[in-house]
């Protein structure tokens, strides 16, 4: 099982990114796709998330800048970035809280992470 994202890159403060995550491999259920961030000696933090219950979750710090979207049927997320600023910056991971098997239990999957860099 893999989550491939992609998207990163290098913006200029007030600028605009889009991040993908596709989920390959054999997954029985996905109970939430999303994405977290780890900036240089920080924790990593959700930034957002999107649930098959239909609720969706942001950090504050994103809240109206950021849009998730997605489908957990189909294994994809996306999250589009705006308003980006100096802080945003970070290793972006995808993540996907499924289970493999019908019997198993949900576990938590992660991405290999991409790099978002937003300069002043």
């Known amino acids: 099982v893999q989550l491939q994202a992609s998207g990163g890159g290098l913006v200029q403060a007030g600028g605009s990114l889009r991040l993908s995550c596709t989920a390959s491999?054999?997954?029985?259920?996905?109970?939430?796709m999303g994405w977290y961030r780890q900036a240089p000696g920080k924790q990593r933090e959700l930034v957002a998330q999107?649930?098959?219950?239909?609720?969706?979750i942001y950090a504050d710090s994103v809240k109206d800048r950021f849009a998730i979207s997605g489908d957990n049927a189909r294994k994809m997320v996306y999250l589009q970035m705006s308003s980006l600023k100096p802080e945003d910056t970070g290793v972006y991971y995808c993540s996907a809280y499924a289970r493999l098997l019908p019997s198993s239990s949900l576990d938590r999957i992660w991405g290999q992470g991409t790099q978002v860099t937003v300069s002043s």
């Open positions: 491999g054999s997954i029985f259920s996905i109970n939430e």
């Open positions: 999107i649930r098959s219950s239909g609720n969706d």
